[in-house]
């Protein structure tokens, strides 16, 4: 099994900053993709960002310029430097990663529990 546990939400004004961290332990031969998505009140979950094992990355157009996602592969840690904060982004963050059990095994998906992100004054 593969646990991912998140940290780093909070409240924030407009315009300030956070910075989102999610940790993989647990079970498992090689990360591959990781990223954040989010879920709005009333909406559905969304993608914010992705990043591959080799650092290439992928973002929504609503954060371009404004969120960069990074990862560390010796520490199995993916972050989300969130700046330039919006009230529209407002929402909980959930993690995800894509592990393979074993060499030859298909990738598996796994998400973190959530952390919340309200930008507010």
């Known amino acids: 099994q593969v646990q991912l546990v998140e940290s780093g939400g909070g409240l924030v004004q407009p315009g300030g900053s956070l910075r989102l961290s999610c940790a993989a332990s647990?079970?498992?031969?090689?990360?591959?993709?990781m990223g954040w998505h989010c879920q709005a009140p009333g909406k559905q979950r969304e993608l914010v960002a992705t990043i591959t094992s080799g650092g290439i990355t992928n973002y929504a157009d609503s954060v371009k310029g404004r969120f960069t996602i990074s990862r560390d592969n010796a520490k199995n840690t993916v972050y989300l430097q969130m700046n330039s904060l919006k009230t529209e982004d407002t929402a909980v963050y959930y993690c995800?990663?894509?592990?393979?059990?074993?060499?030859?095994?298909?990738?598996?998906?796994?998400w973190g529990q959530g952390t919340q992100v309200t930008v507010s004054s």
């Open positions: 995800y990663a894509n592990t393979k059990a074993s060499m030859a095994s298909p990738y598996s998906t796994y």
């Open positions: 647990g079970s498992f031969f090689s990360i591959g993709n």
